[in-house]
T-cell receptor, first 114, second 110 residues
Framework: DQQVKQNSPSLSVQEGRISILNCDYTNSMFDYFLWYKKYPAEGPTFLISISSIKDKNEDGRFTVFLNKSAKHLSLHIVPSQPGDSAVYFC?????????????FGPGTRLSVLP | DGGITQSPKYLFRKEGQNVTLSCEQNLNHDAMYWYRQDPGQGLRLIYYSQIVNDFQKGDIAEGYSVSREKKESFPLTVTSAQKNPTAFYLCASVRVAEAFFGQGTRLTVV
């Protein structure tokens, strides 16, 4: 049973347009959400995060939106650039009995076409 | 530079051998984690450690072992008991609620 879902395995977007990556979760105890970007054969790079007490966080071209009632978050990239082409992982975390528990989605492969 | 260093980047293992993957961090983070990534799947937690000399099993700990003798180091041993060890292994250190990853080690059984 996946606690964090990214239902779109892939997404293609034209350069300069908006990329919207979606993520759904099932555990209402998650209190922190993160987006990572990953190139092949490299480790994930932290992009942006949002606490469950907020509904929006913005950092340059990247904005994350959180809808707690729908248990849904999304990452917006505007404008999209060819260098944004990568796999994007959504992650949710919660403070557990023994440290922080992270749950990752399966990832969405974004292709930004020139 | 501060960061997390995993070595080697590529590792080949013969069936029946144990191999150890290195993970070192100089971020002064207390918590360190090991994940495994398989194609089309998210990261799955193998082991994690919140403090020196203590560690806990994650979701897929069978066939793996770890040690945490120093704050900076969290090596992962893939034992011969791990039936399907070919994968991409990622080490992370954690500050509060954010995980920071190394570059990964790709292990292939030959």
């Amino acid at each position: 049973d996946q606690q964090v879902k990214q239902n779109s395995p892939s997404l293609s977007v034209q350069e300069g347009r908006i990329s919207i990556l979606n993520c759904d979760y099932t555990n209402s105890m998650f209190d922190y959400f993160l987006w990572y970007k990953k190139y092949p054969a490299e480790g994930p790079t932290f992009l942006i995060s949002i606490s469950s007490i907020k509904d929006k966080n913005e950092d340059g071209r990247f904005t994350v939106f959180l809808n707690k009632s729908a248990k849904h978050l999304s990452l917006h990239i505007v404008p999209s650039q060819p260098g944004d082409s990568a796999v994007y992982f959504c992650a949710a975390s919660v403070r557990a009995n023994y440290g922080q528990n992270f749950v990752f989605g399966p990832g969405t492969r974004l292709s930004v076409l020139p | 530079d501060g960061g997390i260093t995993q070595s080697p980047k590529y590792l080949f293992r013969k069936e029946g051998q144990n191999v150890t993957l290195s993970c070192e961090q100089n971020l002064n983070h207390d918590a360190m984690y090991w994940y495994r990534q398989d194609p089309g799947q998210g990261l799955r937690l193998i082991y994690y450690s919140q403090i020196v000399n203590d560690f806990q099993k994650g979701d897929i700990a069978e066939g793996y072992s770890v040690s945490r003798e120093k704050k900076e180091s969290f090596p992962l041993t893939v034992t011969s008991a791990q039936k399907n060890p070919t994968a991409f292994y990622l080490c992370a250190s954690v500050r509060v609620a954010e995980a920071f990853f190394g570059q990964g080690t790709r292990l292939t059984v030959v």
